[in-house]
């Protein structure tokens, strides 16, 4: 069934220009494809007016977890696959439970991108750099900023997925110890302890994680976007933090109790925080967040990388070939899990 003579795929980018610009599908992704599966017949939808007018036809959809939207599945009564740019899919999973459309996202596009943006986040807390830009804008020369050095930190990534993985190389190459969690971390213990991280336990260990959340200074959330980690971390994963440690959050912003960690910012609880995503994005004018001295923001940008769409085609690749194989496919998404 995988195998018909006019395979039709349908990229569509967002309909805003900013968002064009950031996932543009060139012609040469168009020609991999085709390279991967010769008789696939690949269209771009300029807008949303052509998508529809595509869709009845389709039987593969690439498109982003942004833009989606589920009025689309009464559209295409050949739609067995769609493939997701991006790898956290929160917005399209819920339409498909229950539907035999098979869903395969791009997890692992982001990691190198937000290894580095999560390193260069540790070095602006380390070395104070935050601090002296401020300075900087004062005309100020303070040269008492009490800096330190990652060599020989403790970092803790919460989620050794693709990206946790990125993170953790990096933090290697820089001296850190590195202490990890992983879902059934017990399968892949001894081959991540040996390449990746000094220590890793089961995710759902809660004594066990807020031992080692006393340990980190500075702590990554990397994890998967669903129902049992919404706001997984809080008050009193908080409180088991060091006084001296800082927060990096490149998950989603749903997976951190927002108003908890203000409160703990607020009474310097815990030195800082790194944020890239929030509960609500764009972050409000009015949100608390904006005004700390100890925060660094940045506007969901961490997974950018001008080489965002050449890997998103390889990882489709990849599973194209497994499609036309009958083969499990890499990036399948467990739509029970939500990942």
């Known amino acids: ?22 996932f543009r599908f060139e012609d040469e992704h168009i020609r991999r494809i085709v390279s991967a599966f010769s ?9 949303e007016d052509e998508l529809l ?5 389709t039987e593969i959809l690439i498109c982003g977890n942004y833009n989606y939207k589920e009025s689309w599945l009464s559209c295409g009564g050949k739609l067995k696959w769609i493939h997701s740019i991006a790898a956290g899919n929160e917005k399209i999973i819920p ?81 850190m110890k590195v ?11 001894a081959a991540a302890v040996s390449s990746l991280a000094d220590e890793l336990y089961p995710a759902a260990d809660a004594a066990e994680f807020e031992k080692i959340l006393s340990a980190a200074d500075y702590l990554v959330l990397s994890v998967p976007f669903t129902r049992e980690t919404r706001h997984f971390f809080g008050k009193s994963e908080i409180a088991a933090m060091k006084r001296t440690a800082c927060l990096i959050n490149i998950a989603r912003g749903g997976v951190l109790d927002e108003e908890a960690l203000i409160s703990a910012l607020k009474g310097r609880r815990i030195a800082g925080a790194a944020l890239d995503v929030f509960e609500t994005e764009p972050l409000p004018e009015e949100s608390q967040l904006w005004e700390m001295e100890n925060v660094i923001i940045t506007p969901h940008n961490a997974g950018l990388t001008p080489h965002y769409m050449d890997r998103v085609v390889k990882i ?16 399948l998404v467990d739509k029970a899990k939500g990942y």
């Open 39 to 47: 008789s696939a017949s690949v269209t771009v939808a300029k807008n």
């Open 316 to 331: 489709f690749c990849s599973n194209l070939k497994a499609y036309l194989e009958n083969k499990p496919m890499p990036n």
């Open 95 to 175: 339409s498909l439970i229950g539907k035999p459309i098979l869903l395969t996202d791009s997890s692992g596009v982001h990691a190198v991108p937000i290894a580095e943006q999560v390193i260069g986040y540790m070095i602006m807390f380390e070395r104070k750099l935050l601090a002296a830009v401020k300075s900087q804008g004062k005309k100020e020369w303070v040269n008492d900023l009490n800096v330190g050095e990652l060599n020989g930190k403790t970092a803790l990534i919460v989620g050794l997925g693709a990206v946790g993985k990125g993170i953790a190389g990096l933090c290697k190459c820089l001296g």
């Open 179 to 189: 202490i990890a969690t992983k879902r059934a971390a017990g399968k892949t213990a």
């Open 1 to 22: 069934a995988h195998t018909s003579t006019g395979l039709n795929l349908f990229f569509i980018m967002k309909i805003s220009v900013f968002t064009a610009e950031k």
């Open 53 to 57: 007018s595509l869709l009845p036809e």
